[in-house]
DNA sequence: CGACACCTTGAAGAGGTTCAAGAAATGTGG
DNA sequence: CCACATTTCTTGAACCTCTTCAAGGTGTCG
């Protein structure tokens, strides 16, 4: 066993709980180890794939934060997800064999290349890793049925609420504070997520900051209310 | 071989092509045709499943026309997407073993019970049936691409357009008419799911039958100028 | 044939966008 | 390390699209 192999390691990954499948036994976690075929580091600004790019493999993000976007020809522009450490990206490449979006990094990142003819082939042979497979791509299933509630329903005030709740959430289950948060992206990006102008995303933050529900530094978030902010979500002016 | 076992063979169903995986050697063909444990009559209106209920299987609609919606406790409502002939759902179950949204006929169906654990199992010993699962919920995660794109940056005219070139277009990959449709669904709904009023999507029914686009007759749609729907789309005001 | 669900249309109003200008932060090169 | 260019963010005012409220019409099914 060589220093790159251990560095490579899922099982002495601290973020096996994120992005592995739980109480495997030991011979399956050695398999899994093969999983990963290599790290890369991706700079702010650099993209992680393209829109047209060959798929083969998903990846999943060590350090670092990722937005997932898809542009058409026309110059539409839609932000359709930000990743996390511990989150995978790249499902969205195995229906045609190539990805129909761009992930790009919006920080300094480091993420694991998971060939998927390797995923398939260990599926196959580890039962826990096929229904984990299964139930990453349900989730993100799941998710979008989220945003898209939150597209079709919500006002800017709630998209932008149920924006900020669900991204302390994330980062809370990786050790973070539940009411600290920076954002890692632009408001013009947060925009195009919550199907807002950039400068409506900025209005709102204004608002909600007035109301003393949140504090707004720049990029810096600081939820002063968060009962507020549920409230804001979860109760739209009842009929 | 009764005559029980010929009517619920996948390898006699007409929809093959549409919800099973090409080039299967006969062997794995007999084998995937166990995948269906029984077919169930769903009338018009009745759930498939909801909210809440215990996730077992994926289901292949047969007949009919479904539609697939979440309602949360706070009364929003959002039609996440509209299943037809050929079309699997029920995968949103797979991530917490409880379906999260609700799939309910749209007209009387006939669909395909497939118990998930058989399709684990299955996926495990037939390489392309694997491979099959994982086009399908990628498939699904990049037409909800789709849905944010269009949720996110168009306005209401690109919207009913592009959900009526959607519809057709799968419409016709069924062998119906690439011009005429019926819709299965009311205003209401298609305003849930494009994220409009039922007004508005009254309204620019109106407005595409006036500009000659379309000829509205109740829920009979025929398109008359099908490039002009496609401008309509793909040619937001060009900066 | 009558009741009910569904659809259409009008008018007023609200929420978000657009355009514009300036302020704050960030990055770059000398 | 500072000055300058660039990017990002904030805020205001006018405008526009879609919503809301309301009323009447059309179709369907028991």
Redesign the pocket.
């Known amino acids: 066993m060589n220093i790159e192999a251990i560095k490579i390691a899922c099982s002495n990954c601290n973020l096996r709980e994120l992005c592995m499948p739980m109480g495997l036994s030991n011979d399956d976690i050695e398999r899994i180890d093969e999983l990963v075929a290599s790290r890369r580091r991706i700079k702010?600004g650099e993209y992680l794939y393209q829109n047209g790019d060959a798929f083969s493999s998903l990846y999943a993000i060590r350090t670092g934060f990722f937005k997932t976007c898809i542009t058409t020809e026309d110059g539409r522009d839609q932000v359709t997800g930000f990743q996390m450490a511990g989150e995978i990206t790249g499902l969205d490449g195995i229906v045609s064999d190539f990805h129909s979006c761009d992930s790009v990094a919006l920080e300094d990142a480091e993420i694991c290349v998971m060939p998927f003819d390797k995923i398939e082939y260990l599926s196959r042979e580890v039962k826990a890793l096929q229904h984990h497979v299964h139930r990453i791509m349900s989730k993100e299933i799941v998710r979008e049925h989220g945003v898209m509630l939150l597209l079709g329903s919500?006002?800017?005030?709630?998209?932008l609420a149920a924006f900020l709740l669900n991204l302390v959430k994330r980062l809370h289950a990786r050790g973070f504070s539940r009411t600290e948060l920076v954002?890692r992206?632009?408001?013009?990006?947060?925009?195009s997520y919550l199907?807002?102008?950039?400068?409506?995303?900025?209005?709102?933050?204004?608002k909600l900051?007035d109301d003393g529900v949140i504090a707004?530094?720049?990029?810096n978030i600081h939820i002063l209310d968060p009962d507020a902010l549920n409230l804001i979500v979860n109760s739209q002016t009842c009929a």
């Open positions: 702010r919500m006002r800017a005030e709630e998209r954002l992206m632009t408001r013009e990006e947060i925009g199907g807002l102008k950039l400068e409506t995303v900025s209005r709102t933050f204004s900051s707004v530094k720049q990029r």
